[in-house]
């Protein structure tokens, strides 16, 4: 007894069958399908949330959809949403996920003492302490408060910052007015290079 | 134009490509074929640092064939000011205008000035050189008066237009062709494209990226383009302007809220010691009282940003605190503090996700003032080459740099990344868009934010109960943020950006526009131009409305500055009358029926001043701004074909070599830009240019530049295995001739030879580049990308190693988009070797320790343009 249900679904689980009789001619799409495809889902539906983000490269500004599964980025893609960008990434913005997961980076402080010849670990309230010690030290050690000619000038040249083009503006604002405030004028980004 | 944008801003891209679709013609001008000029119509190969001359002759075909959209340039350019009897150009002077003093290598501008006017813009420029004053101008126009002298039939041989004409008379198609290598009919090709499409009924768009600022003559490239978009009627209209594609997500913001020595938020100078000793000299300085146009309102913007950064302690008594701020004295921008870490003046230093030892010029030098500090803190995501030259950099294998002697203390500070923390970026047209948090950052890596409010906590508790006046200042500053997040002591953002949006102090209610700051301590706002960002008390920066359910404009995505306005100065999308120019480019009118600007965009005009007024006779400020002036941010209201100040090195672009050239400067005797800063010193030799001899020791021309699959100094993407594997390895481009002239082999090892460094590269024989025929020789072109270093899933020598300090007068940005070189087959020799083999180099081309570059050239007979 031949199980003609069996053959057909047979038959038409057969991606030539279904490539020539389907809506995927090229079979590319659903014909190519197997059992084991069809099962899958994007890992994006399993997110917990989704951020609203954009591309952290070039200037562009490219929309970002931040992909979260139990506290940790699972996947980042571009926003269609975003008029500038239609979602779409280049091969950098594509690489998002990998700048912000892998594990080359550095999670830890660390610190080279003058004339080491390796690096150490330091704990992260340590250094702060020891950085505002060294920067209202070399503020004491390099203060003007007047020219010559007796003008205010109110500053140290003994403290330089490099940096912010990559940074947030509520960032920029909150260096500048720090720096501002201790009278550090050498602040510097990317925008003089 | 000097843009790959296919390439460094590819998604950007698909908005050419769009257009290109809908039948846009699209021309690439580069030194080199790139993936964009695979996807334009024209390609037009240019020698690297002549597009002043091409422009300039685009200029000069546009005035001899009358091809200028003349009631567009009648009515919003300065084409009819009179210009003063005193001027005299580069075309009298053998390159130098009249003013100039070889003392300090800068201009008397008063003869640069409007008829009438020599007397209100006298004095040197050496102070708005040393400051980098250029740059206050990105939000305005520098100081002139309203009241000019026209002529607008455009005659009068000292009107703009005839003295521009004047000036541009020798940029012809053979010249052209001479300087930068350009076949005249692929030159023509270009002017006939560029005037064809410009008019009422179209408009043509002019694209570069920041490797235009990188020139000795930088702003005054773009200064050219922006000529040419004014005759042609292109600027402040939908599909023209000149589109500046920039490099770093947020490099706008930090340029608008500067981290840069020379400034405060909102473009507002930082103070110079002697000019603005007091509040009234600053904030007038800035005003210009009997000034046309918005910044007659800036001590209204002044006080609002002291009453942000002092709060209560800001008050009319103590000039709103204006007595802690620190003062300038001359140039504090990067290199030259570079030069003063190697001369042990600077004791500390913050990296704050950038990486000078690659990504700045001149790496050694960068790398040499790192070591001899007492302090340096890295903060990056990522392990550096500025974190790790005291045990791995390029200086630890010639021996300059010893590990054991090397004093420098470093703190590598983990940063958190863009998707673990929130606040806004500003992309390239002005748009802030708000990024939401989306995870912790882990382990000690921290946000920008977190680390400065905490440093600064830790300094003012150090400080508290000091009586000396130098912590007033940090004592008084308003430093109280609420903290939120996980651990709990992360600064809120959203309540920074509200801070830099400002309040009405009286109420506690938001602004909604710069228009309600006032100059009595009433409100505050941290950099005025951002105000509305909050406007409603809504973050406006966090509208996320779908582009395809908004006009094309999409106004509702993001927040662009100021007052949301997409096109700047889009009034003169309007005929003087207010109507469109055509239907066809309609996108701000005057609306005859409810009597007010409307249209597409947020009318850059004041809503119900209608085209017709006029000012009173003794009007200032925005009440002189007229029904037709749109370029409303200008002291005269108008466009500037040729600019009477502002500008250090010259009121209109014109040729100069590079500080490096293989070739004498065809046009004048003045070789370079006579203005250019230089730190003439033995660490930073120039390779020798004519007229100087030897220039044939380091007989090529190379240029650097990105690639897609790269960021910058590569902190952000050499780290990154895909895109490590994607572009594995540094190298250099050459074209199949200069590879037979040297000896060089595809995939095989070449090195690159200047007066600072020798720098090795696979080579890539390509007809990419081809040689020039420039003054009846040949001149090669070699191409570099400059992302690699010695850190990294992928390493390798670095471009910017081969880059000198010249700098443009007018922002202080280095030429690092041109210089002469040697290239040679095989790699470079290691260890000391390097050191005594460059030396050589130096020594053929006669670069003594003491030697000095020529900075005036022009002939003997020459009067060197003094008056």
Redesign the interface.
Known sequence: MVDLVGVKTWIEGWPVYRQLTGTDPLGRGAAAQSPRSKALSPRTEEADSVAKSICPYCAVGCGQRIFVKDGKVIQIEGDPDSPISRGRLCPKGSASKSLVTSDRRVNNVLYRRPYGTEWESLDLETAMDMIADRVLTARNQTWEDNAEDGRPLNRTLGISSLGGATLDNEENYIIKKLFTAIGALQIENQARI | MGSNMAE?????F?WVVEAKLRGAKVIHIDPRFTRTSALAHTFVPVRAGADIAILGGVINYILTNEKDFREYVLAYTNASTLVSEDFRDTEDLDGLFSGYDPETNTYDQSSWAYQGHEEELGGTTHTERETAAGLQQESHGPPIPGDVARDDTLQDPRCVYQVLKRHYARYTPEVVAQICGVPEEKFLEVCEAWTRNSGRERTTALVYSVGWT?HSVGVQYIRTGAIIQLLLGNMGRPGGGVMA?????????????????NL??GYLP?PT??QH?TFREWVDSIRHPGQKGFWANAEAYAVSLLKS?FGDAATAENDWGY???????GD???YQ?VM??IDG??????????N?AV???HGRAQRLGMANL??L?V?????IESATF??SGPEIATGEIK????????????AA?????E???????R???W??????P????????W??????R??RE??AGSTL??DE??LK?A?DYPMHGARGDE?D?AE??K??NGYDLTTGQLLTTFNQMKPDGSTSG??WI?TGVFADGVNQA?R?????E?SWV?PE??WAWPANRRILYNRASADPDGRPWSERKAYVWWDTENNEWTGHDVPDFEKTKPPSYRPPEDATGVQAISGDDAFIMQGDGKGWLYAPSGLIDGPMPTHYEPAESPARNPLYGQQANPTRKVYDRPDNLTNPSPPERHSEIYPYVFTTSRL?????AGG??R?????AE?QPEMFVEVSPQLAAERGLHHLGWAHVITARTAIEARVLVTDRLVPLRIEDRTIHQIWLPYHWGNEG?VTGDSANDLVGLALDPN????E?KVGTCDIQPGRRPIGPALLRYVADYQQRAGLAPDHHTPIVTTSEDGNHGEQ
């Open positions: 460094a801003h590819p998604v950007g698909q990188q594609l920039r490099g770093h997500a947020s490099i706008q913001g930090s340029t608008d809220i500067p981290t840069l020595f405060l938020p930082m010691y002697d000793e950064y007595g802690w701020l620190p003062r300038m004295t504090h921008g990067t503090q003063d870490m003046k600077i004791k500390g230093y913050f990296l704050l996700g950038q000078p990504g700045s010029a007492d302090w803190v903060r990056d995501p990522y392990m005291w045990k590990t054991e002697e090397c004093r420098t203390e470093v703190f590598f500070m983990p990344s863009y998707a673990e923390k606040g806004t970026f500003t992309q390239t047209q748009m802030l868009q990024r939401e948090q989306a995870v912790e882990p382990g000690d890596a921290r946000s920008e934010l680390f400065f409010f905490h440093l600064g830790r300094i150090r400080l006046p130098r200042g940090i500053l430093w600064p953002a920074v950006l801070e830099i941290g950099c951002y966090a996320r409305r779908p582009g395809q908004q999409a995505w993001g897609t699959e790269h960021h910058t952000m993407s780290q990154l295995p895909y895109l994607l899933v922002v202080l940005i280095q690092s």
